[in-house]
């Protein structure tokens, strides 16, 4: 205990001799959690887990799915009391989220928590304002909006437009900028980049990096581990609500990391594998001359039997609605899908009961809008397609529990979902183990084809290589996978064919050994041959020609090397160009991009 007269205390746990006053400014500046315990019924979320961070960091959180990191976020951000333990924040204990705005704490949740009926600028000012003020005029809201939203996303969105019709990564974006606006001291940022694309990635790590610049404090949970190995001062791994150990920059390691959130002291590396072959040249799915942009040029596609395709490209470039087109999901501009029925028959996939017919399963990446039921129980939500299909008695039409049990029981165990009570709702599991639920949904229906939007969009690595390991288990078997990512190095040794999406359209193709994360990544920005297209395709060709860099060889053995370590960064030149030419002559050439190489 301090005395009254300011004599030094000593400290407990090192022997050290600490003053008062340096243990009040310590305690300001720092974020500690101490032996926390949080249960949901028997399901131990924390169980005497442990935390502390300082002002002037980028933390990261780690772990496998239902570790309990959310958890620990939502304490943090007071959302959720702890049952034990101690919580200080900056030097208060907060047990709402008004009470740790107030001392400086904003949360971005996994979760893309927007109001899809306002606008932009009412969902990121949502909650500034009294009952009886306003935080600022509305003027001067709408022309801050425009102003962050343009910074953070690097082109202009109108701040009164509906949040609705924006794509996810924008309403990511959103509630980012939502978090921003607060100038925190604290910012926790819980699996924020997992709906941004590579590009947009980049853009977040230069807010956080501005901030621990600045003095705040910024934490980070995310399953990223190539990110986090890049952007995090420290991290602590998390493992069944403990904490297992706390890295320091040169130790964050993806050998070090995946051992502490296993638990195994040998080393998870993965082992290279042969990309999965198609079985035969049977063709199970085809796009032949559809339109997925209406100024875009028209798509061919063809997925093989017992053939997985992977799909990338940068965020807003057509491959959404092409693999939802592919799903009856939503149609294409101009033309329809085709896919072979149980007869062999190719049939045009109009929506989603022709998708049934031609058993075509989708798994989204946003499960909260498209995905899972939140009022529904875990049971419900991986079976409920099923009930139809598993009656008994005839005309009573009694669901048969017996087998559907056993449905359920095997897919849990095949995912390793972890769960408590099956009847409990599916919102008392992780973001992670809600989604490995969906997968498990697309696999009891028993599909011949799978489409996959961002599959693996908050599951930790060792569940992603489960699900490469069920997909190749899958098409071995005959059935075919299209498989969208926003992680590159998901594609490899998995994928035998990537397509790369560019302005609507199908860009460039990559087979077997050419599938590299450089020459991926290279045709995501316009850096590659492309495809060969025939005379007079207008601007999009002209910009494959003239976006090839003189030196393109050299610069692409930096980019390996870089890659290697970890720091690259991609920067859209056309802003960079813009600004050369008010200091010299205008540059004749059409867009271009340039890779930026940085140490930071």
Not at 37 to 48: E, H, I, N, Q
Not at 89 to 95: D, E, F, K, R, S
Not at 283 to 309: K, M, T
Request: some cysteine.
């Amino acid at each position: 205990m301090p005395s009254d007269n300011g004599a030094a205390v000593a400290s407990p746990e090192a022997g050290a001799v600490v003053h008062p006053t340096t243990a009040l400014a310590s305690s300001l500046s720092e974020i500690s959690v101490v032996d926390a315990r949080k249960a949901f019924g028997v399901t131990k979320a924390l169980d005497g887990c442990s935390f502390s961070a300082r002002c002037g960091e980028i933390h990261a959180i780690v772990g496998g799915n239902g570790s309990g990191k959310s958890t620990l976020a939502k304490v943090m951000s007071g959302v959720l009391p702890v049952d034990s333990g101690q919580v200080s924040i900056l030097g208060h204990t907060p047990v709402t989220p008004r009470e740790a705005r107030a001392i400086g704490v904003a949360t971005v949740y996994q979760e893309v928590l927007v109001a899809d009926a306002c606008s932009v600028v009412d969902n990121l000012f949502v909650g500034l304002d009294g009952l009886w003020t306003m935080a600022l005029p509305a003027k001067t809201k709408i022309s801050t909006a425009e102003a962050l939203m343009k910074d953070l996303t690097g082109t202009y969105i109108d701040p009164e437009m509906m949040v609705g019709g924006l794509p996810l990564s924008i309403k990511q974006w959103i509630t980012i900028g939502r978090a921003l606006l607060c100038k925190p001291k604290v910012l926790i940022l819980d699996e924020s980049s997992a709906a941004l694309d590579l590009d947009s990635t980049e853009r977040l790590f230069a807010k956080m990096r501005e901030l621990r610049d600045q003095g705040s404090a910024v934490i980070i949970v995310t399953h990223r581990i190539a990110e986090l190995i890049r952007v995090s001062d420290r991290a602590t791994v998390l493992r069944d609500g403990r904490d297992v150990g706390v890295l320091e920059k040169g130790e964050i390691t993806e050998k070090n990391l995946l051992g502490l959130m296993t638990g195994k002291t040998d080393s998870m590396k993965a082992t290279d594998q042969v990309a999965h072959r198609a079985l035969s040249d049977d063709v199970v799915l085809r796009a032949n001359n559809i339109r997925i942009w209406p100024d875009g040029e028209a798509v061919d596609f063809d997925l093989l039997r017992g053939e997985i395709v992977g799909v990338a490209g940068l965020d807003g470039q057509g491959q959404n609605e092409f693999v939802r087109a592919l799903a009856g999901v939503q149609a294409a501009e101009e033309g329809w899908p085709l896919a072979m029925d149980d007869s062999g028959d190719l049939i045009e996939i109009k929506g989603l009961e022709e998708a049934e017919r031609c058993r075509i399963s989708y798994v989204s990446g946003d499960r909260k809008n498209e995905g899972i039921f939140p009022n529904l129980s875990i049971f419900e939500n991986l079976l409920i397609p099923l009930y139809p299909t598993h009656l008994r008695l005839g005309r009573l039409a009694v669901i048969d529990w017996a087998v559907l049990t056993g449905i359920f029981d095997w897919g849990v165990e095949r995912l390793a979902i972890k769960i408590g009570d099956k009847s409990n709702k599916i919102t008392t599991l992780s973001g992670g183990n809600q989604q490995k639920v969906l997968i498990g949904r697309s696999f009891a229906l028993r599909p011949n084809v799978l489409v996959l939007n961002d599959p693996a969009r908050g599951i930790d690595v060792e569940a992603k290589s489960e699900l490469n390991k069920h997909l190749r288990e899958f098409a071995s078997r005959g059935h075919s996978v299209v498989f969208m990512s926003s992680e590159l190095e998901e594609f490899i040794g998995l994928c035998g064919r990537v397509i790369v999406f560019r302005h609507g359209s199908i860009f460039d193709v990559f087979d077997q050994d050419e599938i590299d994360p450089v020459r991926i990544l290279e045709a995501m920005f316009g850096q590659s041959e492309g495809q060969s297209s025939p005379p007079g395709s207008g601007t999009v060709e002209e910009e494959r020609i003239g976006s090839k860099v003189a030196n393109l060889e050299e610069e692409k053995e930096k980019l390996v090397a870089k890659v290697q370590i970890g720091r690259i960064k991609i920067v859209d030149f056309d802003e960079a160009r813009r600004q050369e030419q008010q200091q010299s002559k205008p540059d004749s050439g059409v867009g271009r991009i340039k890779i930026v190489y940085s140490d930071t």
